[in-house]
């Protein structure tokens, strides 16, 4: 897809199709939907339709016209944002891929989008459009010998011409993450026996070296052993497939040497649960439990392209999750990196395993803040459904930091406890601490897992057992795909860290 911007007036430019947003300015009671650019031919264009009901500025509704009078496209397409007081980044780039996808199922893949402007500035609305233009256009359906390719091929932005400079830059701000999350989609994408440790290893190898400002160090099996990696080490001993460690580092000259963050990553590739076996329905599933991972790799793709002057440094656990004859049992007991000792309850609960030698590692690296991604628990599906992702930390200056995040980059999250009192389910006879609390409260306790292993350094664990994946029809969104969840978030939570170490040279500076 090729994303370009015009400042030309919306009624001028010669398109197939031209996309207008329809906000909801009134109420329940007194509805006043109203299309936003205000030519007066577009204005005319749609006061017949919403005179009549049939355009309401109902959240992603879609009408198509053809050819209306004085407008110079071939058609115009309606799309509804909702109420005018609660749009904001979130509601438009949800409203700009019903949009993209709805012309797309007719076969129209060339449009332009006149976006509102937001409160945050006309800037911040091209971003969210094109964010959403690349969510919409990813199709999960790669492997259908009939496919056929209904990508997008060119789409405008339009804004208003003293804009110009700023909103050049947001395109492509919003060009180089789109393309990031999709990137991260795709390896979600794939199936576990097209996505094996060892590929995604290269897939991420291929693309540090398509990026500059990037290195890749990729470890395997022995050197996971050899580090003392018991944790990791045990959920991939039962697989044919050998394990890897995949560190990516951006280290930019300028940054503040005193922050360094880590962000690391659970990528188990396929997770049949080990010889605590998960049930044969919907386990197919599981060839998304490297989604963290995967998140972690795209992440690193958008910020060597962004350029923020922070130091970050990726860390993917890649494994299989397999029963066989050498796969670890419940009772066992390994010994981790930090060298706590776990007893082995469930062999299911594999994710906190790996992050746990993960996160040691990168504390080891010296990275000063840390955040983590995985599928980890269905437990923050009990509590959060398929909405919101858990966030779990224990600084609240981070934990404020990534929510700010979400709300630029148009994520959910929210913020899970994590006291204390907790502790006590993880609590071993033989051992320091067990591998499973149970299932009260479980997305909690394995939160309280991984707190074992970041001692006092700033910490965020995100929890997207619920997110990181799309099962229902949306109009935004292809049902079964990957979402790329978080990616934005951790992209706008590096680039606001890295706006607040600016020109600070003491590690007095705290997130
Ligand atoms: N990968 C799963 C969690 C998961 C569940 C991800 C549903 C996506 C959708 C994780 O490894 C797991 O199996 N967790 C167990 C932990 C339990 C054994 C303590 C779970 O949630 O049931
Ligand atoms: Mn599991
Ligand atoms: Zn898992």
Known sequence: MKITTSFAPSASLATECLVVVV??????ENPNPQVSPTDASLQAAAANLIAAKEVSGKANETTLL??????????ILFVGGGNASSFAGFELRRAAGSAARFLKSKGIRNFAFAAPTLDAGFAESAKASVEGIFVADFDPNVYQTD???????DVAILAPAATESEVTRSVAEGVIIGESQNFTRDLVNEPSNRMTPTILAERARAMVHETPGLSIEIMGGDEIQAMKMGAFWSVSQ?????????VIRYSPEGADASVKLGLVGKAVTFDTGGISIKPADGMEKMKYDMAGGATMIGTMRAIARLKPKLSVMAVVCATENMPSGTAQKPGDVQI??????????NTDAEGRLVLADGLHYAKEQGCTHLVDAATLTGAVVVALGFVNGGVFSNDDTLANNFLAATQRAGEKFWRMPIDEEYRESIKSSIADIINSGGRWGGSV???????????DTPWAHLDIAGTAWMEETKPWIAAKSPTGLPLRSLVELVRGMAKQTAGLTTSRVSF
């Open 23 to 28: 906000l909801d300015h009134g109420d329940k």
């Open 66 to 75: 053809h050819a209306p009078a004085g407008v110079a496209a071939k058609r």
């Open 147 to 153: 496919r056929k390719d209904q990508s997008l091929e």
């Open 238 to 246: 039962g697989s044919a497939e050998p394990p890897a460690l995949i």
């Open 336 to 345: 981790a990196m930090s060298g706590k000792s776990i007893e082995i309850i």
């Open 445 to 455: 306790t394995a939160a309280m897992f991984l707190k074992e292993f970041v001692g």
